[in-house]
Structures are given as structure tokens and as C-alpha cells.
């Protein structure tokens, strides 16, 4: 069993940055996918970034390309999230994911196991 702990989450104005993280523990294997996800209220959780174990793989929705940077550092069993150029319509709780399937290229796709319990981030305009 692993557990997922997000942190960084918080209040910021449009343009502003946060950093998310999600530190995992319990039976953690180095060589898993990580991801984020979030769901904004009265919507389904949609997909957000993923990142491969090793790092080399990365993908990102359309709607946070070039403003969201998906890392990892497998040392620390920590992913991250870094948001730089925030709008209102990223406000959502972000819950990080790990372990499951995930393929990148010509079709992407990341279904986890593990899910933490959400970190809220609301973008103010």
C-alpha cells in the first residue's frame, strides 16, 4: 500500500505561482508513474500531468501546457507540480496519483492506483 501526502496548495492571484508536492510512503517502488489530477466543483476529475520513473516522459493537458512543469525526485519518493501563470479557471482541489498505467506518445493515457486526498488551489482574478 502507498500513501500519498499533497502540500502547497493555498490562495494566489491570476498570473501568481504555486508549487504543489506529493511525498509517498508506505511500499513505495522507485519505478512507477506519478501524476496530477484535479477536479473543479460541479465538474468530473480530469487529468492534469504525468511523468514516467524515470523522469524522460512527461505529458500535460492541453489546458496547463507551457505554464505547468510535472518533476520528480525519486530519491525522495516526491513529485511536483510547479504552476506558474495561474487563472481562475485552475482553481480545483489536485490530487496527486502514482503506480497504474500510463502510456505517452501518439496516445496518451495514465490510470493510477494510488490517489492522495487533494490540496485546494483557488486563483483569484
Known amino acids: 500500500q502507498v500513501q500519498l501526502v499533497e502540500s502547497g496548495g493555498g490562495s494566489v492571484q491570476a498570473g501568481g505561482s504555486l508549487r504543489l508536492s506529493c511525498a509517498a510512503s508506505?511500499?513505495?517502488?522507485?519505478?512507477?508513474?506519478m501524476g496530477w489530477f484535479r477536479q473543479a466543483p460541479g465538474k468530473e476529475r480530469e487529468f492534469v500531468a504525468a511523468?514516467?520513473?524515470?523522469?524522460?516522459?512527461?505529458d500535460y493537458a492541453d489546458s496547463v501546457k507551457g505554464r505547468f512543469t510535472i518533476s520528480r525526485d525519486n530519491a525522495k519518493h516526491t513529485q511536483y507540480l510547479q504552476m506558474s501563470s495561474l487563472k481562475p479557471e485552475d482553481t480545483a482541489v489536485y490530487y496527486c496519483?502514482?503506480?497504474?498505467?500510463?502510456?505517452?506518445?501518439?496516445?496518451?493515457?495514465?490510470?493510477?492506483?494510488?490517489w492522495g486526498q487533494g490540496t485546494q488551489v483557488t486563483v483569484s482574478s
Open positions: 496519483a502514482a503506480d497504474g498505467e500510463y502510456r505517452s506518445g501518439s496516445v496518451t493515457y495514465y490510470y493510477p492506483t494510488y
Open positions: 508506505g511500499h513505495t517502488f522507485p519505478r512507477y508513474p
Open positions: 511523468i514516467s520513473w524515470s523522469g524522460e516522459d512527461t
